[in-house]
């Protein structure tokens, strides 16, 4: 079935330092991709999407390409700040359509000074 | 920007009590889901709505649960004879489109004791 594989957390970083989460999904068709953020005390928010292979998500200095060849979708940022500290959710939309997320377990990202 | 909301945002009850988690979906968003995580776990789907009638539920949504959209606003999630498994934090999403983007609520978390 559809599942969403990322990497464990918490991720602890000092400030500007380069950020990447691994993200896997299987590969059941092209799914759309998705990253999802949650800041503490707060919902999921969409961070970015990729719809089809190759296609580059990116959004508040976060990025993150569709890798059809490696079933991967890995969200990078160059410099992170104490603000992007949060937990971060890889989502795959559920083949056979309709609106249905798949999630990862989430990654903490813990950013400090 | 327009958001969903959800009430309350912090619910205890006994086990075998009922409740019912709450939320007003964006105006014009037409499709409607409830997701849970169980703390630590992944963030599950639990059902999809549209045009007054479930269009999808998982596995998890069995007869203890039901859906419901009382009038032109509300989103509601009835949770019958509740469990200590059903403690979760409790997301409600709603997407303008089949395809688009889910928008999520911050979250009701729901303790049984």
């Known amino acids: 079935g559809d599942s969403v594989t990322q990497m464990e957390g918490p991720v602890t970083l000092s400030e500007e330092a380069f950020l990447t989460i691994n993200c896997t999904y299987t590969a059941t068709g092209y799914p759309s991709l998705f990253w999802y953020v949650q800041y503490p005390g707060e919902g999921l928010q969409l961070l970015l999407k990729a719809t089809k292979a190759d296609d580059k998500g990116s959004n508040k200095g976060f990025e993150a390409t569709y890798r059809k060849e490696t079933t991967s979708f890995h969200l990078e940022k160059g410099s992170v700040q104490v603000s992007d500290s949060a937990v971060y959710f890889c989502a795959r939309l559920h083949t056979g359509g309709g609106n249905k997320l798949t999630f990862g377990t989430g990654t903490q990202l813990k950013v400090e000074l | 920007e327009p958001e969903v909301t959800q009430t309350p945002s912090h619910q205890v009850t006994q086990m075998g009590q009922e409740v019912i988690l709450r939320c007003v979906p964006i105006s014009n968003h037409l499709y409607f889901y409830w997701y849970r995580q169980i703390l630590g776990q992944k963030v599950e789907f639990l059902v999809s709505f549209y045009n007054n009638e479930i269009s999808e539920k998982s596995e998890i949504f069995d007869d203890q649960f039901s859906v419901e959209r009382p009038d032109g606003s509300n989103f509601t999630l009835k949770i019958r004879s509740t469990k200590l498994e059903d403690s979760a934090m409790y997301f409600c999403?709603?997407?303008?489109?089949?395809?688009?983007?889910?928008?999520f609520g911050n979250g009701t978390r729901l303790t049984v004791t």
């Open positions: 999403a709603s997407s303008e489109g089949r395809h688009s983007p889910l928008h």
